[in-house]
């Protein structure tokens, strides 16, 4: 018998992770590409991360993603990091070589730009606004001055942490970066071709809330993106496209972190319209 019962194993850990629906997606791409290849999708708490990348290797996983609270934890069982992830400071994405070595990389912010990229908008030359500084923030605005955005406006309610997003961005990519204190109701900044929420206000259950920002300073024309994909029609996003923005929503850069991750760890390029339209199934009638 020269069967292969031996499924390929990738995964997501973090806790919480009963909502995330990144296996329906590469699930449905390894079954449209004949791979015989699981996507499991594992509650890892607090403080278990070592004994859970022990398990990884001992499954001879092929990698992971990480999520909340692990993405910055599993930095130190990383071998080597991509140049993003590096400046980036977090990992979301690990691929297990066949030498036993891991290596780290964020494809948060790379999905986003391919988002963008998948819409013709470009980013070169853009004055970017970022609302939020935590990890996809991070991972988001590095990727957007590695993309060619001339200007990055990081607004965020901690200032330490907006100041540290907007020094780390000046400080390792050509963009010109500044820090926009969080008071009150916002007003955007003249000149923002691109407006982006980050942060994780109207996420699920929270559906109803909206980032405070002044939507009359959003300039008709403006490409206003959300991370937020839980809804996928957010408060933020209808309140723009009110105000005649061209709106992108938190979908595309789930679809595309997810292709770019299928591909690091399958070396094949991605089904990515088969990987879409699964993960459209999961948000029906939500
Ligand atoms: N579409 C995708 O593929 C994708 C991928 C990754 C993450 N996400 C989404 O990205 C969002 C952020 O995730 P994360 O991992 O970056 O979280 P995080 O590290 O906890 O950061 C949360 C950010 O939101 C800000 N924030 C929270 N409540 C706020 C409020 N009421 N007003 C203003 N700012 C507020 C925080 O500001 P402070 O610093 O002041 O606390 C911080 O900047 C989540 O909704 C997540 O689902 C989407």
Not at 7 to 17: K, M, R, T, Y
Not at 94 to 118: A, H, I, Y
Not at 212 to 236: L, M, S
Request: proline share 5%; hydrophobic share 40%.
């Amino acid at each position: 018998m020269s069967k292969n019962y031996r499924a390929e194993l990738v995964g997501v850990l973090g806790d919480p992770v009963e909502g995330n629906p990144t296996g329906a997606m590469e699930e449905a791409g390894f079954a449209h590409a004949g791979l015989n290849w699981r996507y499991i999708t594992v509650k890892v708490a607090p403080g278990a991360l070592d004994d859970a990348m022990a398990g990884v290797k001992a499954f001879n996983m092929r990698g992971v993603n990480l999520t909340m609270p692990h993405k910055i934890d599993v930095l130190k069982h990383i071998d080597e990091l991509s140049d993003a992830a590096r400046v980036i400071g977090a990992v979301n994405t690990v691929v297990c070589r066949p030498d036993g070595t891991l290596f780290g990389e964020n494809t948060d912010g790379k999905g986003f730009v391919q988002s963008l990229t998948d819409r013709d908008i470009s980013l070169e030359g853009k004055a970017v606004t970022l609302l939020g500084a935590g990890g996809a923030a991070r991972s988001i605005g590095v990727e957007c001055a590695m993309a060619g955005a001339r200007r990055v406006t990081v607004v965020n309610r901690s200032e330490a942490r907006g100041r540290a997003l907007a020094d780390t961005i000046s400080a390792h990519t050509k963009a010109d970066a500044e820090y926009l204190p969080w008071q009150g109701t916002v007003r955007v900044p003249e000149g923002t071709d691109i407006l982006i929420n980050a942060t994780c206000v109207g996420l699920f259950p929270d559906v109803d809330a909206c980032p405070d920002i002044d939507f009359d300073t959003v300039a008709p024309g403006t490409v206003v993106c959300d991370v937020v994909f839980n809804p996928v029609d957010t408060p933020f996003l209808k309140n723009a496209a009110a105000r005649g923005a061209i709106c992108v929503d938190g979908l595309g850069m789930l679809v595309n972190q997810g292709c770019i991750n299928y591909t690091l760890w399958t070396g094949e390029k991605a089904p990515k319209e088969v990987m879409y339209e699964a993960l459209k199934r999961e948000f029906v009638g939500q």
